[in-house]
């Protein structure tokens, strides 16, 4: 079955700092989206982007579906920014998801 | 506003019980889904279903089952079958097959 891989798995910032997160996948795929599971478990859809970029204040996406990965920046990080980041790219009906990257703010 | 609805936010289980985890959506999505998330660890499917009174076995399905009555609804009831209950367990909804899944607030069980 299709693989999904994030990385780095986790990641220490001080906050004001920028980052990069990837997303790799085996094949091809319907979609793709990124959340933000909060330290309180809730999961927050953040992108849903099968191609392209798009952005949302600090925070922006892009996904090369031809070679197989996405991106997910975060610039000028705050504390709240803590929390696992998840891929998942969607084959027909079902998510398969990555395992997250774990990122920590300090202030 | 539409969304889903996860209750009860907390639950506790006694060795040997049945309990079952409620989850409502207006969103008025066909398909609808139930994950178990362990510390540390990814989200992983329990059940899923597309329509109504219809429903599949995800990866983890053994001590577990549900219903699909309603459109709107979905519970999830945790056997005394299933040996090791306690996680996180979170319920999502699908308009339709590609589109963005979305997701409660989710119910954490734990074992008395």
């Known amino acids: 079955g299709i693989q999904v891989e994030q990385s780095p798995p986790d990641l220490i910032l001080q906050e004001g700092a920028n980052s990069t997160l990837r997303c790799n996948f085996s094949?091809?795929?319907?979609?793709l989206q990124w959340f933000h599971q909060n330290p309180w478990g809730q999961l927050i859809n953040l992108f849903y982007?099968?191609?392209?970029?798009k952005q949302n204040g600090r925070l922006s996406a892009t996904t090369v579906a031809t070679e197989r990965y996405s991106l997910l920046y975060i610039s000028s990080s705050q504390t709240t920014d803590s929390g696992v980041y998840f891929c998942?790219?969607?084959?027909?009906?079902?998510?398969?998801w990555g395992a997250g990257t774990k990122l920590i703010i300090k202030p | 506003d539409g969304g889903i609805t996860q209750s009860p936010k907390y639950l506790f289980r006694k060795e040997g019980q049945n309990v079952t985890l409620s989850c409502e959506q207006n969103?008025?999505?066909?398909?609808m889904y139930w994950y178990r998330q362990d510390p540390g660890q990814g989200l992983r499917l329990i059940y899923y279903s597309q329509i109504v009174n219809d429903f599949q076995k995800g990866d983890i399905a053994e001590g577990y089952s549900v219903s699909r009555e309603k459109k709107e609804s979905f519970p999830l009831t945790v056997t005394s079958a299933q040996k090791n209950p306690t996680a996180f367990y979170l319920c999502a909804s699908l308009q339709a097959a590609g589109q963005p899944q979305h997701f409660g607030d989710g119910t954490r069980l734990s074992i008395l």
């Open positions: 094949d091809s795929v319907n979609n």
């Open positions: 998942a790219v969607s084959i027909d009906y079902q998510l398969i």
């Open positions: 982007i099968p191609s392209g970029t």
């Open positions: 969103l008025n999505h066909d398909a």
